[in-house]
């Protein structure tokens, strides 16, 4: 038996293949394709973690958005009424504006009122001393003797009427 004819090399290598092969499943092949399964099934399970993740920001932008849009009504809700507000201040200051002044030209007409009538009865106070002096002393012209006093009384008192 020659070790370096080709068949003798081919037996060889054929019986040292199937050791190796024999060896390799005995102890390697298993804990190689376990391995492999392990690494397809981490890469399956990161790509369904991925697919969740992207479905939950898709989720969250759409909330996001939701939020923003819900922000954004009650902002506009809430101009709307300050605005609302703000021209019922300025109405309700308005018209308690035109009451206080017609409060004051009611008053200012009173006291206009009250001092012409003081105005008045001065006036009439100072027509009637006037009037009574000017009686006093054409009376006292008139009446310097006795029968003018007693014709001047005798009209007065026809004159008066008696009620």
Known sequence: MNLTSPETLIFWMTLFFLIFFWLLKKFAWKPILNAVK????????????????????????????????EARA???????????????????????????????????KQVIESEKQAAIKELKNQVSELSISIAEKVLGEELKDKEQQLKQAEKLVSEIKLN
């Open 38 to 69: 392990e690494r397809e099934q981490s890469i399956e399970e990161a790509l369904l973690e991925a697919d969740k993740a992207r479905e939950e920001m898709a989720r969250l932008k759409a909330d996001n958005q939701k939020i923003l849009n």
């Open 74 to 108: 009650e902002r506009d809700q809430m101009l709307k009424e300050a605005k609302v507000l703000k021209e019922q201040i300025i109405s309700k200051a308005r018209e308690e504006a035109k009451v206080e002044a017609n409060k004051e030209i009611q008053k200012a």
